[in-house]
Every structure is written in C-alpha cells, then in structure tokens.
T-cell receptor, first 112, second 115 residues
Framework: GDSVTQTEGQVALSEEDFLTIHCNYS??????LFWYVQYPGEGPQLLFR?????EKGSSRGFEATYDKGTTSFHLRKASVQESDSAVYYC???????????FGLGTRVSVFP | DTTVKQNPRYKLARVGKPVNLICSQT?????MYWYQKKPNQAPKLLLF???????READTFEKFQSSRPNNSFCSLYIGSAGLEYSAMYLC??????????????FGAGTRLSVL
C-alpha cells in the first residue's frame, strides 16, 4: 500500500534558522502530495500541495518541490519564526482512493 | 466559514461501554472522514462517507460504526470500548472529490481515554 516517510520526531530551531523536513513517499499511482500543519489545539490544515513532477508548492514562506525521480517532497523554509512552531505532516492522495495517507509528523519548535 | 466542529473535545469512557463521537460541518461538503491518531503513529483513516455511502477500511471494519443522518453531521460509534481505542479522533470533510485534488478540512479532534 501507499506510505509516507518523513523526518521523525522533533526538530528544535532558533528564529531565522533554515528548516528542512524530509519526506519520501511510495505509491502505486501518480499521487498528489501535501504538506499539512497542525498548531496546538487545532486540527491539521493544508499548507500546500503539488500534483505533478517538478511542481513547486509554497505558502507562508514554506516550499516543496515534487520530485518523482527521488519520490520526495521535502519541506523547506529559509528563516523560521516562533509562530512556525507546530507539527508538520507530509501526506499523499492517490487517484484510486479517497482520504490521505500521512507520515508520522514532525514537531518543530522554534525558540526566540 | 471553513469550520469542522467536533464534540466533545475530551471523552472518558469505561472499558466495555459504548462511545459516540460527533462531527459537523457547514461547508456542504459531500465527503466526511474519520481518522484515528495515536502517539508516535501517523493519522490513520478509519472510514469515510461519500454522500450517503459509507466506506470502511478493511482492518477497522469490525471495530467502528458510523452514521450520517444528513449532509452536515457524521458520527463515529464504538460499540464496546477497549483500552486500544484510546486515541485522538479527527474528523475531516472535503467537497466532491477531484480524485486527489481535494483539500481536507479537519476539526480539532476528540481525545478519547478509555479506562
């Protein structure tokens, strides 16, 4: 079945640091890839998505590029802020089922 | 208003007792989902409704029931709670799906503790 593997556990950063969360996927079809963010006390919300090879998704200074060759969709932000502290989920949706397949999530803590 | 509401936020249940969780959305979305999230695990899809059609994942078929009396509401029912049901339950909705293009809107979740 489909699966998503992302940087596990927790990442601690200082403000203005560069953030990278690695995400690799395995899917039988040609999936759409997503990054969701979950702030404390809230449900996950869509950050952005990409549907085609080499397509770049971006929002709020975060970006990721769909790479079919390496089956990756790594999340990057050049300069994080304390308000970026949250759990980030990489997810995919293939064309033959509904719902999302999520990675384990990565908790990002940004300190001033 | 892109809001999915879940009630209650916290639920305490006894082993062997039934549990009913409620979700509502006002976006007129055709599809509603239930996910289970346990610590150190990825959110796991339990089931979803597309309009009035219920689809349950094969490995959770026997463990969870659901109903959708109208477009706005969806419930998740556990007939006899066990310790393994302790988790966060996330409800989500999406519009008529475009096979992989749809955005899921999540509620804040119900944290179920079974004692």
């Amino acid at each position: 079945g489909d699966s998503v593997t992302q940087t596990e556990g927790q990442v601690a950063l200082s403000e203005e640091d560069f953030l990278t969360i690695h995400c690799n996927y395995s899917a039988s079809g040609y999936p759409t890839l997503f990054w969701y963010v979950q702030y404390p006390g809230e449900g996950p919300q869509l950050l952005f998505r990409a549907s085609r090879d080499k397509e770049k998704g971006s929002s709020r200074g975060f970006e990721a590029t769909y790479d079919k060759g390496t089956t990756s969709f790594h999340l990057r932000k050049a300069s994080v802020q304390e308000s970026d502290s949250a759990v980030y989920y990489c997810a995919l949706s293939d064309h033959y089922a509904q719902g999302l397949t999520f990675g384990l999530g990565t908790r990002v803590s940004v300190f001033p | 208003d892109t809001t999915v509401k879940q009630n209650p936020r916290y639920k305490l249940a006894r082993v062997g007792k039934p549990v009913n969780l409620i979700c509502s959305q006002t976006m007129n979305h055709d599809t509603m989902y239930w996910y289970q999230k346990k610590p150190n695990q990825a959110p796991k899809l339990l089931l979803f409704y597309y309009d009035k059609i219920l689809n349950r994942e094969a490995d959770t078929f026997e463990k969870f029931q659901s109903s959708r009396p109208n477009n706005s509401f969806c419930s998740l029912y556990i007939g006899s709670a066990g310790l393994e049901y302790s988790a966060m339950y996330l409800c989500a909705s999406s519009r008529d799906p475009d096979w992989g293009q749809n955005t899921l809107y999540f509620g804040a979740g119900t944290r179920l503790s079974v004692l």
